[in-house]
């Protein structure tokens, strides 16, 4: 228990949002953390003075936004905080087409708020769950090869570092932080408002068709380049997979032809069921890729609609997740390794059966320093094993063997998932990652934003914040499904 002053005390319970005892836990389900402290701020000096308390009580101290990050980059048992009260808009330029927000912003209120001006943002991910600071925390993406991911769009930030201090940051100002602070994992300090570049709003005409995995891979700058967004889903234990394709448009909205039935009661309460009863027999695994795609996907759909409705979708329910950014040239070699694999271990009767889908998306090269896009457009391949009802599923084997697919061809872990990269790998992998260190020594010197994920995967391995290791953190990082292979 920290032992703070009384007017220390005074301040922290103004802040408090949540009775003794809270328990963060990722969306995912698959880590947790229980901080002594979980506070609300609603301004960039209480922030400051947070920092503050945190160094002189050695305390870690990190933002949250939706904890939809299925890795321990948010967690701590010190600090945490709560950005939801910091979602003010700031600036407006309808010239330059920009908007500048707190960092607490949702991407889903950004996307209301960007509306009322008649902008939008060029690409987007998934799911608008997150905070505008979390998502470019670890470089959060879309698909489309012509199109940056959300770091590269923020144009100005402030962020306060580890003594407290206010910087403001862009090209032309302080512009090595600028460029480290766009994808920061949370290891720099605090970002408090950031300026993001849009574009006039549009509508998206999305086409989604089947096509053959082979077709697809041996036509893959074809299949890239045939629209302005495009991304594929392989159904493993089959050669099947769904292209969808979307540009922009000005004809009238059309929205998605998406059956209640079809989608909801069968694509994801019947779908969850099945996978739980997959659990005892995994052998039915295959068939389910194979009987999903026949009843919802062999077949053209199409539809027109705002931007953002078109990006996101349905994630259905808790996963564990792996993501990977390769030099998008080598995602056939990648593909067809990964398929090979799949495929001997669906003939060893012990073997492991995979869900459904393999994600396959397209972004356009950047300048951040620790994006997976830095120097080189690349394709993200993401393999998913859910979790039904929240139980536990094998996925370890699967994991391994991914990712000595993905490392051999040169690939980037994505920031916010799991993954086995360290310190010597990451200095191979991104020419400024050395550099991005220095800076973390110097923002944050008395580590108040190292927490086990920053010292496992960012710290070197004789740093005095790894050996000396962390009173308030070591060992409180709980892994859910630890032992599950």
Same mark, same amino acid.
């Given at each position: 228990?920290?032992?703070?002053?009384?007017?220390?005390? *005074?301040?922290?319970?103004?802040?408090?949002?949540?009775?003794?005892?809270?328990?963060?836990?990722?969306?995912?389900?698959?880590? +947790?953390?229980?901080?002594?402290?979980?506070?609300?701020?609603?301004? #960039?000096?209480?922030?400051?003075?947070?920092?503050?308390?945190?160094?002189?009580?050695?305390?870690?101290? @990190?933002?949250?936004?939706?904890?939809?990050?299925?890795?321990?980059?948010?967690?701590?048992?010190?600090?945490?905080?709560?950005?939801? *009260?910091?979602?003010?808009?700031?600036?407006?330029?309808?010239?330059?087409?920009?908007?500048?927000?707190?960092?607490?912003?949702?991407?889903?209120?950004?996307?209301?708020?960007?509306?009322?001006?008649?902008?939008?943002?060029?690409?987007?991910?998934?799911?608008?769950?997150?905070?505008?600071?979390?998502?470019?925390?670890?470089?959060?993406?879309?698909?489309?090869?012509?199109?940056?991911?959300?770091?590269?769009?923020?144009?100005?930030?402030?962020?306060?570092?580890?003594?407290?201090?206010?910087?403001?940051?862009? =090209?032309?100002?302080?512009?090595?932080?600028?460029?480290?602070?766009?994808?920061?994992?949370?290891?720099?300090?605090?970002?408090?408002?950031?300026?993001?570049?849009?574009?006039?709003?549009?509508?998206?005409?999305?086409?989604?068709?089947?096509?053959?995995?082979?077709?697809?891979?041996?036509?893959?700058?074809?299949?890239?380049?045939?629209?302005?967004?495009?991304?594929?889903?392989?159904?493993?234990?089959?050669?099947?997979?769904?292209?969808?394709?979307?540009? +922009?448009?000005?004809?009238?909205?059309?929205?998605?032809?998406?059956?209640?039935?079809?989608?909801?009661? %069968?694509?994801?309460?019947?779908?969850?069921?099945?996978?739980? =009863?997959?659990?005892?027999?995994?052998?039915?695994?295959? +068939?389910?890729?194979?009987?999903?795609?026949?009843?919802?996907?062999?077949?053209?759909? $199409?539809?027109?609609? #705002?931007?953002?409705?078109?990006?996101?979708?349905?994630?259905?329910?808790?996963? %564990?997740?792996? #993501?990977?950014?390769?030099?998008?040239? @080598?995602?056939?070699?990648?593909?067809?390794?990964?398929?090979?694999?799949?495929? *001997? $271990?669906?003939?060893?009767? =012990?073997?492991?059966?995979?869900?459904?889908?393999?994600?396959?998306?397209?972004?356009?090269?950047?300048?951040?320093?620790?994006?997976?896009?830095?120097?080189? @457009?690349?394709?993200?391949?993401?393999?998913?094993?859910?979790?039904?009802?929240?139980?536990?599923?094998?996925? =370890?084997?699967?994991?391994?063997?991914?990712?000595?697919?993905?490392?051999?061809?040169?690939?980037?872990?994505?920031?916010? @998932?799991?993954?086995?990269?360290? %310190?010597?790998?990451?200095?191979?992998?991104?020419?400024?990652?050395?550099?991005?260190?220095?800076?973390?020594?110097?923002?944050?010197?008395?580590?108040?934003?190292?927490?086990?994920?920053?010292?496992?995967?960012?710290?070197?391995?004789?740093?005095?914040?790894?050996?000396?290791?962390?009173?308030? $953190?070591?060992?409180?990082?709980?892994?859910?499904?630890?032992?599950?292979?």
């Amino acid at each position: 228990m920290t032992r703070l002053s009384p007017s220390e005390q *005074k301040f922290i319970q103004t802040l408090q949002c949540s009775p003794q005892g809270f328990e963060f836990r990722n969306w995912s389900g698959t880590f +947790r953390s229980q901080p002594e402290f979980y506070l609300a701020p609603e301004t #960039e000096t209480q922030i400051i003075e947070l920092i503050r308390i945190a160094n002189r009580h050695h305390l870690t101290i @990190k933002p949250i936004g939706s904890g939809h990050s299925p890795s321990d980059i948010a967690c701590t048992n010190s600090m945490m905080l709560n950005m939801d *009260k910091m979602n003010r808009i700031l600036a407006h330029d309808p010239y330059t087409c920009t908007l500048t927000v707190e960092s607490g912003v949702r991407l889903h209120q950004l996307h209301e708020m960007l509306q009322q001006r008649n902008m939008a943002l060029s690409s987007v991910g998934s799911i608008s769950d997150q905070s505008i600071a979390g998502a470019i925390a670890t470089a959060t993406h879309g698909s489309g090869i012509f199109y940056g991911d959300l770091s590269s769009v923020i144009t100005h930030l402030v962020i306060i570092d580890g003594s407290g201090i206010r910087h403001e940051c862009d =090209k032309d100002s302080e512009s090595d932080l600028f460029d480290a602070a766009r994808c920061s994992l949370g290891a720099l300090g605090i970002i408090t408002q950031v300026t993001v570049q849009c574009e006039p709003a549009f509508n998206l005409h999305a086409v989604q068709v089947p096509e053959n995995l082979d077709d697809v891979l041996n036509n893959l700058t074809e299949v890239v380049e045939s629209a302005e967004h495009v991304r594929v889903w392989w159904f493993p234990h089959t050669d099947d997979t769904v292209v969808w394709r979307a540009n +922009r448009s000005n004809m009238a909205v059309q929205p998605s032809p998406h059956s209640y039935i079809r989608d909801h009661l %069968y694509g994801f309460h019947y779908y969850q069921l099945q996978l739980y =009863k997959a659990r005892y027999t995994p052998d039915d695994i295959p +068939r389910l890729a194979h009987e999903h795609f026949q009843n919802r996907f062999a077949r053209r759909l $199409e539809w027109i609609d #705002e931007s953002h409705r078109v990006f996101n979708f349905d994630c259905l329910f808790p996963q %564990y997740v792996n #993501e990977w950014a390769i030099p998008w040239e @080598k995602a056939p070699d990648a593909l067809r390794q990964l398929r090979i694999w799949i495929n *001997k $271990e669906a003939r060893n009767p =012990k073997g492991v059966r995979v869900h459904f889908p393999v994600e396959i998306r397209f972004v356009k090269e950047s300048d951040v320093w620790l994006s997976p896009t830095y120097g080189q @457009k690349v394709c993200y391949i993401g393999v998913i094993m859910y979790r039904p009802y929240g139980r536990p599923v094998p996925y =370890k084997k699967y994991w391994r063997a991914y990712e000595d697919v993905m490392r051999t061809l040169g690939g980037r872990p994505h920031w916010a @998932k799991a993954h086995g990269m360290f %310190y010597y790998d990451f200095v191979k992998l991104y020419p400024r990652f050395g550099e991005f260190v220095d800076l973390r020594n110097r923002c944050d010197p008395n580590g108040v934003f190292v927490n086990d994920y920053i010292r496992r995967h960012v710290l070197p391995p004789d740093h005095p914040l790894t050996t000396a290791g962390s009173g308030e $953190e070591e060992g409180h990082r709980i892994t859910l499904e630890t032992a599950h292979l």
